[in-house]
């Protein structure tokens, strides 16, 4: 049963960065999905990043060039950088884990297996 643990999460102010890690436990690798998703207060899940097992990545346009996403395989972690922080940004992040990935795209209903979230809150 694949597990996930965030962290990294809290306050900055605006302009500032964080990096978010998520720790991947009984995961089988080949092939998956791991994304970002955040949910702002009042709003839907919406999708940050995406990275493919074939090392593929995808950005939301509203965070496109202030993030990037990586995968430690000898840690089983999973990062996502933020920079260029705005208070918009304020969100629950949460990763979260697909096996197969046979469709390539940011949608929370493609993930069945999510972390319990880390908190990012960014004041201006």
């Known amino acids: 049963q694949v597990q996930l643990l965030e962290s990294g999460g809290g306050s900055v102010q605006s302009g500032g960065s964080l990096r978010l890690s998520c720790v991947i436990s009984g995961a089988t690798y080949s092939p998956y999905c791991m994304g970002w998703f955040r949910q702002r207060p009042g709003k839907a899940r919406e999708g940050v990043a995406l990275i493919h097992s074939d090392d593929s990545r995808m950005f939301s346009n509203s965070v496109k060039g202030r993030v990037s996403v990586s995968h430690d395989y000898a840690k089983n972690t999973l990062y996502l950088q933020l920079n260029s922080l705005k208070p918009e940004d304020t969100a629950m992040y949460y990763c979260?884990?697909?096996?197969?990935?046979?469709?390539?795209?940011?949608?929370?209903?493609?993930?069945?297996?999510w972390g319990q979230g880390t908190q990012v809150t960014v004041s201006s």
């Open positions: 979260a884990f697909q096996s197969g990935c046979h469709v390539f795209r940011l949608s929370a209903p493609d993930f069945p297996t």
